[in-house]
Antibody
Framework: EVQLVQSGAEVKKPGESLKISCKGS????????IAWVRQMPGKGLEWMGI????????RYSPSFQGQVTISADKSISTAYLQWSSLKASDTAMYYC?????????WGQGTLVTVSS | EVVMTQSPLSLPVTLGQPASISCRSS???????????LNWFQQRPGQSPRRLIY???NRYPGVPDRFSGSGSGTDFTLKISRVEAEDVGVYYC?????????FGQGTKVEIK
């Protein structure tokens, strides 16, 4: 069974760094793209970027380029989304999803709250 | 970036009645491999998005056959033949043809 399991909720202060994770199982992790999607409170889905764990090919939406870093460690079937300096406006639910053209399996989401 | 425009944004429906959601893209979604990567997702309250339809009209396993997708080029539609209570939620279209991938704004389906 394909599963994407994300790390737990985080509460951070503005300016702090953060790295959240998405662990895949039940399929060949290195052979499928993993995308990250943001959902701000009460809002819609926003596609942030994507990585192909097999060769670390990474693409970003212009809205998120330079704001976050997407990475992956195929040896432990895990993808990451990280911030070097969080802002209050980064408060959101973050989802990972498998697939480049047609995301099929989604993680349960990681709630990130940034507040002083 | 390709803009995906859904309508309506809110859709009150009577149980057992049909519902239809439109999704239009600012560019053709036909990819160089001949496929059209237009997807539909359902997000029930408090849940992760759930896959419904891929490549315009293909239902994923486990998706009820009351859901159907159609369209081509830049104009797509998701139809629910008879709305049930469990269909309440927000529906998103998403294009998987062009970088960056983009979602529509979402259509909230509620029961009248």
């Amino acid at each position: 069974e394909v599963q994407l399991v994300q790390s737990g909720a985080e509460v951070k202060k503005p300016g702090e760094s953060l790295k959240i994770s998405c662990k895949g199982s039940g399929y060949t992790f290195s052979s499928s793209w993993i995308a990250w999607v943001r959902q701000m409170p009460g809002k819609g889905l926003e596609w942030m970027g994507i990585i192909y764990p097999g060769d670390s090919d990474t693409r970003y939406s212009p809205s998120f380029q330079g704001q976050v870093t997407i990475s992956a460690d195929k040896s432990i079937s895990t993808a990451y989304l990280q911030w070097s300096s969080l802002k209050a406006s980064d408060t959101a639910m973050y989802y990972c999803a498998r697939g480049g053209n047609s995301p099929d399996y989604w993680g349960q989401g990681t709630l990130v709250t940034v507040s002083s | 970036e390709v803009v995906m425009t859904q309508s309506p944004l809110s859709l009150p429906v009577t149980l057992g009645q049909p519902a239809s959601i439109s999704c239009r893209s600012s560019q053709s979604l036909v990819y160089s491999d001949g496929n059209t990567y237009l997807n539909w997702f359902q997000q029930r309250p408090g849940q992760s998005p759930r896959r419904l339809i891929y490549k315009v009209s293909n239902r994923y396993p486990g998706v009820p056959d009351r859901f159907s997708g159609s369209g081509s080029g830049t104009d797509f539609t998701l139809k629910i033949s008879r709305v049930e209570a469990e269909d309440v939620g927000v529906y998103y279209c998403m294009q998987g043809t062009h970088w960056p991938r983009t979602f529509g704004q979402g259509t909230k389906v509620e029961i009248k």
